[in-house]
């Protein structure tokens, strides 16, 4: 059989995978791209409770002390993310951590990201919204800031306004193709300058290439589209440069899998993980109270009830994000919405707790809620264990469900951010009895995130740090990670714009690589067009 090859591969098509894959396609490189979900469009994303629905393009990973939800899908996280897109405020890039010394390498500020923030706020594009834009649920988080003496503003989101329809349904993908995920920009993008996707192929390691002209070696499996657990084919594809974006979970044990046959890997390597410190709390709100303390009401009669209705993520108080405060107690409060299938990854931490008869009278009040996530600063406490004994990143438990071998036991200074964040939003949201929180709990079933960072982690130091300051695994030229993995630490914003900047900011020297390696490449195509 005639061995397969391509210039650059590209593993995962994410925000981290899809954009080299575009600049290095654009510049006259043969790409290919494999992903290990399927690929579907506009079109096939179901709006359904149905389990069905989720699990064919999302993963439950529960790991130990910690559940991660993931993108299972071409697009990636894009697809399945809520679009809030942030950019990191200037003290992230400064932090010390536990080191007690800057984690992030010297050459990145924020001052330095910002072009890169600029390039992909243009593609995708991001909208800045407006009160008008804001959800039932937003609104009633801003009342109740307003309240407390504290601002909130509308999030800007990587959405089409027009175009969407307020249906709530992104975990599941975006029907009407208002969320600028990867597959309307970016990707189409690399496949009209050549690139080539392949779902349904996942990674297992990569070696030393034995083809002349070419560096590595990737051997991958195909999955049955029907059911993940079945491979009826394997392969082998060569690359002259590996571009690793198979996300915070997947690209550590693809890594970690290949230590051997590619002589060793760094030893940060699948530690520093972090769930860039994610805190959901759940408020169950008093509705009588909205209407006599906040004043709100809304059509039909009801002064709330309006947990579901509109955008996930539309509004975020900022006011903790104080450069000055120290490290550990900033964050910032924003409103959010998960449909309940969620909620079996979760505990309350106090009665009543998600089973029995009180939780179902709480579950019952379901419409009546207020979901809020805190993004903190963690201590990069997360770690990976030895890989899953057969293939893929962890071990699939059942459709949608798998065991990770992640391991995160929050420190000291983790708890205290939590604690922080929960003070504050109960300062806001339970004064004079308006709500009740209710953190899900770390203690029972581990923090839960949506936000994987910092497993294959960038940085100036190579005993805490696998990647260069460009991305480049250490050791290895031509062998590059742009996904969350390579983000030093927590963000406290949601991170897929830091993510997509970075991968913006690697490509120039991915590119440069590649011409090294006698590919005629060159750099300079603009942002694909929206």
């Known amino acids: 059989m005639t061995a397969q090859t391509t210039d650059v591969l590209v593993i995962g098509s994410g925000f981290g995978g899809a954009i080299p894959a575009y600049y290095l396609a654009a510049g006259g490189a043969r790409v290919t791209v494999l992903e290990r979900g399927p690929r579907l469009t506009g079109a096939d994303f179901t709006q359904s409770l149905q389990l069905g629905t989720y699990s064919r393009i999302v993963d439950a990973i529960r790991g130990d002390g910690i559940a991660v ?52 706020e243009e593609a995708l594009p991001v909208t800045r919204t407006d009160w008008s834009d804001v959800s039932y649920a937003g609104g009633l988080l801003a009342a109740a800031c307003t309240r407390a003496g504290h601002t909130c503003n509308p999030v800007p ?45 996942e990674v297992q390691n990569i070696a030393r290439s034995s083809l002349s002209g070419y560096r590595y070696a990737a051997a991958y499996t195909v999955l049955d589209s029907d059911d ?22 997947g690209t550590p044990v693809i890594l970690q899998r290949s230590a051997v046959l590619l002589g060793f890997i760094p030893s940060a390597v699948g530690r520093y993980f972090t769930g860039n410190g994610d805190r959901v709390s759940v408020a169950d709100v008093d509705e009588t109270k909205v209407r006599s303390l906040l004043g709100l009401s809304r059509p039909g009669g009801l002064a709330y009830e309006a947990q579901p209705i509109g955008r996930p993520i539309t509004a975020a108080t900022y006011d903790y994000l104080t450069a ?123 923090s839960v995130t949506a936000h994987p960072l910092s497993s ?7 005993d805490t740090s696998a990647l260069t300051d460009t991305n480049e ?41 590649t011409a090294q390696a006698g590919v005629q490449i060159r750099y300079g195509a603009p942002p694909p067009v929206p």
């Open 69 to 120: 939800i993931a993108g299972n899908c071409v697009g990636g996280g894009s697809v399945v993310y809520f679009a809030a897109s942030l950019r990191a405020p200037a003290f992230v890039f400064e932090r010390l951590g536990s080191l007690g010394r800057r984690i992030w390498p010297a050459s990145l500020t924020r001052a330095a990201l910002d072009p890169w923030y600029d390039r992909v």
């Open 157 to 201: 989101v990587a959405v089409d306004i027009e175009r969407c329809t307020n249906c709530n349904w992104m975990l599941s993908g975006c029907h009407f193709d208002a969320k600028r995920s990867m597959l309307l920009n970016y990707l189409p993008a690399a496949e009209a300058h050549g690139a080539t996707i392949l779902e349904l192929h």
């Open 228 to 249: 993940y657990t079945c491979t009826p084919e394997t392969g082998t594809i060569h690359a002259k440069v590996v571009v690793l974006a198979a996300g915070a979970v």
């Open 324 to 446: 000055t405060a120290p490290e550990y107690s900033r964050f910032m409060l924003q409103q959010i919405y998960f449909p309940p299938v969620v909620n079996i990854l979760a505990q309350a931490t106090n009665s009543p707790h998600w089973f029995g008869i009180p939780a179902r009278q709480l579950r019952s009040r379901w419409k009546s809620w207020l979901t809020m996530l805190a993004m903190t600063e963690d201590d990069n406490e997360g770690s990976f264990s030895p890989v899953p004994p057969l293939t893929g990143s962890f071990t699939r438990l059942a459709p949608g469900l798998g065991l990770g071998t992640m391991t995160y036991y929050p420190t000291a200074r983790t708890v205290k951010g939590w604690q922080q964040a929960d003070t504050a939003l109960r300062s806001i949201l339970e004064k004079d009895g308006l709500a009740r929180i209710r953190p899900w709990s770390a203690d029972v079933s581990g």
């Open 456 to 462: 294959v982690r960038m940085g100036d130091n190579p």
């Open 473 to 513: 695994l250490r050791g290895h030229p031509g062998i590059f990670v742009t996904d969350g993995s390579a983000v030093p630490t927590s963000l406290t914003v949601n991170p897929s714009l830091t993510i997509a900047a970075l991968a913006e900011r690697a490509a120039l020297t991915i590119t440069n690589r």
